[in-house]
């Protein structure tokens, strides 16, 4: 009898365990399964800072240059947190962590998918994310370096941040955070000439621990590097931090030079990491893309869109709209209509689609 009774009671202390597992990867797991679903219906459009401010305007409540030009929201809305690891009141844009925590539910509860970077100052010059004089910065925050201290309280502030991403009824927002972006370039101080590929990975795998292990289960984690058009499989697995660390991959591809080069950089990079990506279970996006203040007004629907129909990525983000430098479109660029047209397509996913 009382094994049979120890029997059950396991059993049932096993079930909770399992209900808990469950419970808790929820919120990032669902929110991959929403992602896995949409793209079989097309492309999402993301926009960073969308609701904060525009070209002619800033910190209106529900206004959006997206929305002025097509009449409907980004399905995805980016926003940045460069600054939290200082405990300042706004981020490197000026833009208010309670206004980011607001917009942020107002986004989840319109239906819409988030997703979240991290633009964080030098910890060893205090200089801004791209002060790259210095190849030792990775290394001085890792385990035993001297800012590693320093860093774990940068790291306690992001964490407390997003902790505070909850519905009304205190249930955590599922977000895309896609931390040390465009690593393979050299720009920020973690990128690719500023520390070695066993320093990235272990300080990609410190911010991620650190952050599961406070509870953060909402996180879907994308890795998003730049635009390289040289990918081999080799080369893009020294950084990569493993299957089991990643959700979702990313390119940051803008038009910098020709109309030409990019179009070729991009479909390699798409083929690269569609193939890959297949091969390994992930889903892959455009986790930023554009062409500064989009001098070609057709750009959208000539140069970008083909690219992008070929291939099965779930989102495409652009970058802010702010005055002199903008990503995005906005009712009174030359390129409004050609972005309506993108609006228009059947393969393309704005917020009413995706509902
Ligand atoms: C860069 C530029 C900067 C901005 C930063 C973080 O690409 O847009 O002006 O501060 O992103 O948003």
Redesign the pocket.
Known sequence: MKKILFFALSVIAIMSCENKKDESASQAKQLEDRLVALQQKGYMYGH??DPMYGLTWEWDRDTSDVLATVGDYPAVMGF?L?GIEMGDAK???SVPFNRIREEVLNHYNRGGIITI?W?PRNPLTGGT?WDVDSTVVVKSILPGGAQHEKFQLWMQRVGDFLKTLKTDKGSSIPVIFRPWHENNGSWFWWGQKLCTDEEFRGLWNMLQDYLIGEGLDNLLWSYSPNLDGNWTEEQFLLRYPGNDRVTLIGEDAYQWGTEEDFVKQLTADLDFLSDFAKKNGKLIALT?CGYKNIPDSTWWTRVLKPVMDKYPISYFHT??N?KE?YFGPAPQLPCAADFKKLYDADNTLFLKDIQ
């Open positions: 960073q800072d940045d460069g981020n490197l844009d970077s633009h994310a930023e970058w802010r702010y430098e």
